[in-house]
């Protein structure tokens, strides 16, 4: 059983962490009243990744992923959060239209913008685009040959080993929201964020310790490999220092320089 110490700190981030809302809803339910958790992960609380603008769109090709990245094409990207079309676009980003015309047909044709609408005006036709999704991240199955394998070198306490379990995290919800699109389907996924400050690098440590016994104990409750039926999931939890923010001076905050032992 988790100890009140970690409990109250998971109760915590499970009602304040940013969980779209369904899940939030089923959080403080199961919460403050012992609800039955089947209802958090069901069919009907997954996330509908199928059609519309995403918040995030993940880049699995390299070719893709060099067309994002060419500066006047990333802009363009960007301003296309709202549809748009190339001669808005022109005055926004001081190109000509034609030079707006050209980067716009490589963008949709390697599925980063897409057709909204069309409008006549006079003799023409005037194409309004759309960006597919409002922001957009560079899987590491886009550099397959140098991807990090966190199978390599597993190491708790490795800056560099979290690095490696985030850069698989993104391939495979990636691959895993590619795969829930096409199919129309729903994806079952959860996530919990937020900043605890520690007192010392030993309430840290000893914070850390807690939360693996109490993991261990909750995986060992749940999990069932012989299940008919059943599926895998992957659970990965991080812990790292905050960045801070630059003083208005120029100067480091004092938390970043001190931390008692």
Not at 88 to 104: D, F, P, S
Not at 144 to 166: N, T
Not at 190 to 217: K, N, P, Y
Request: aromatic share 4%; proline share 5%.
């Amino acid at each position: 059983m988790p100890t009140p110490k970690i409990a109250t700190i998971l109760r915590e981030l499970l009602l304040f962490c940013p969980v779209r809302a369904c899940h939030t809803h089923s959080l403080r339910k199961i919460v403050a009243a012992g609800t039955d958790r089947s209802s958090l992960l069901d069919k009907f609380c997954c996330r509908w990744e199928g059609g519309g603008m995403f918040e995030v769109g993940v880049i699995e090709d390299p070719v893709v992923a060099e067309v994002s990245l060419d500066p006047v094409r990333a802009r363009l990207l960007a301003a296309l959060v709202e549809p748009g079309s190339a001669t808005t676009l022109a005055a926004q980003a001081g190109l000509t239209r034609q030079k707006v015309n050209h980067h716009l047909r490589t963008l949709e044709s390697h599925g980063l913008v897409e057709l909204v609408e069309e409008r006549r005006k006079g003799n023409c036709t005037e194409r309004v685009l759309r960006a597919t999704a409002a922001s957009y991240v560079i899987s590491p199955a886009a550099f397959s040959a140098v991807a990090p394998d966190p199978e390599r070198s597993p190491d708790q306490q490795s800056a560099r080993w979290l690095l490696a379990l985030a850069s698989r995290l993104v391939r495979e919800v990636g691959e895993l929201i590619t795969g829930a699109r096409a199919a129309r389907r729903p994806l079952a996924t959860f996530a919990v964020d937020s900043e605890i400050r520690f007192a010392s690098a030993g309430d840290r440590a000893a914070f850390a310790a807690e939360l693996t016994e109490t993991l261990a104990a909750l995986v060992s409750r749940y999990h069932d490999g012989s299940a008919t039926g059943g599926r895998r999931h992957r659970l990965v939890v991080g812990l790292h220092p905050s960045l801070l923010l630059p003083r208005a001076d120029g100067t480091r905050s004092a938390e970043q320089d001190t931390e008692k032992e």
